[in-house]
């Protein structure tokens, strides 16, 4: 195949496949990204005193699931199934200090305002959410969508973010299984550029529909769509995105999401040994009432390959896989694992 140029569905972005050869997933020398040490990580339990108070925690209690949280002047909450707190380095923060002034003719910053959280997937250091029981799966996606309505109700926050990095490649500088959420008053540009697409009449719906019907479609359940993006950034990159289109997943039904996200992480983790990854949730801008024709969706890409000068200087990526090989492999995994 000769190198082909791909726009993205929504963004101003270019893919160059350039597949020198048929690179298949084992071509791909990759560690796995967990790590079975734990004695100094200071997320497991017992070491709840390291972290700051926790702003949320889900517990068991009487067979029922319970909300609550750490309170100033008592012992931290133990116990826990699902533990979130704020990060101790955080990009954004809701309590600011006077910024200093630079002199004239030199630009002036604006505080990073908002929340920067880190949600403690699971007391089992390793047991990242897709490769937990079914159960746990979806407590860590009602927390992750508890913290996001939180959050929603700070009138300065105008766009919430959770992420997960997985391994060290991919920017966890932790390895206990955990998603971190962004919440900021700032709208990110890839995020203000997909509203502006939405808002245009642009159809994440018809995206999908279509993509299902192609040699890039990993998975359908009956809420849900994966397929490789066709002008995925990074090899192996897909995407999540639910048939039905609406701004924001708060309230959403988690069982058929978390069967998606097991089923096509799960696939990711065996084709590839447990690759690095980030995950994104691309969520509407605030207020949702206010761009009620955004389409959220999840975003995959793993960690398989450096952006180096032409992709940091062109914002345009060189992938050596393209999303029709991918899908073809994943999706023989999610068939071979269900
Ligand atoms: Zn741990
Ligand atoms: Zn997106």
Redesign the pocket.
């Known amino acids: 195949m000769s190198p082909e140029i791909r726009r993205d569905y929504l963004l101003e972005r270019y893919a160059i496949f350039a597949p020198s050869r048929g690179r298949r997933p084992s071509d791909f020398k990759v560690v796995s990204a967990s790590e079975q040490d734990?004695s100094r990580?200071?997320?497991?339990p017992g070491?709840e005193d390291q972290t700051p108070m926790a702003t949320y925690v889900l517990l068991e209690e009487d067979g029922k699931i319970k909300v609550t949280r750490d309170e100033e002047g008592k012992a931290r909450v133990t116990g826990w199934l699902v533990r979130a707190f704020p990060n101790l380095y955080p990009a954004f923060s809701s309590e600011l200090s006077q910024l200093t002034v630079p002199p004239e003719g030199v630009p002036v910053p604006e505080s990073a305002y908002g929340y920067h959280e880190v949600l403690v997937e699971s007391p089992i250091?390793?047991q990242h959410f897709w490769l937990a029981p079914e159960r746990q799966t979806q407590l860590v996606l009602r927390a992750v969508l508890d913290r996001v309505e939180s959050f929603s109700k700070d009138g300065k926050v105008r766009a919430i973010m959770p992420f997960r990095n997985h391994g060290r490649e991919a920017g966890a500088s932790?390895?206990?299984?955990h998603t971190q959420i962004v919440a900021s008053s700032f709208v990110p540009p890839i995020l203000a550029q997909e509203d502006q697409v939405f808002s245009s009449g642009r159809s994440l719906s018809s995206v999908a529909s279509k993509e299902e019907l192609s040699d890039r479609h990993i998975y359908s359940n009956d809420q849900y769509v994966a397929f490789a993006s066709w002008a995925g950034v990074t090899p192996y990159s897909f995407m999540i995105v639910p048939r039905q289109q609406s701004p924001t997943p708060v309230g959403i039904d988690l069982k058929p999401l978390s069967d998606v996200l097991r089923k096509t992480l799960g696939a990711l983790h065996d084709i590839l040994n447990d690759p690095p990854f980030n995950l994104v949730w691309h969520i509407s801008p605030l207020p949702w009432s206010e761009h009620p024709k955004f389409h959220w969706h999840i975003e995959v890409y793993p960690k398989l390959s450096i952006w180096a000068g032409y992709e940091l200087g062109s914002g345009t990526y060189i992938n050596v896989v393209t999303p029709e090989s991918a899908a073809q492999y994943l999706k023989a995994a999610v068939e071979k694992g269900s």
């Open positions: 734990n990580c200071p997320f497991c070491k250091h390793n932790l390895s206990h299984a």
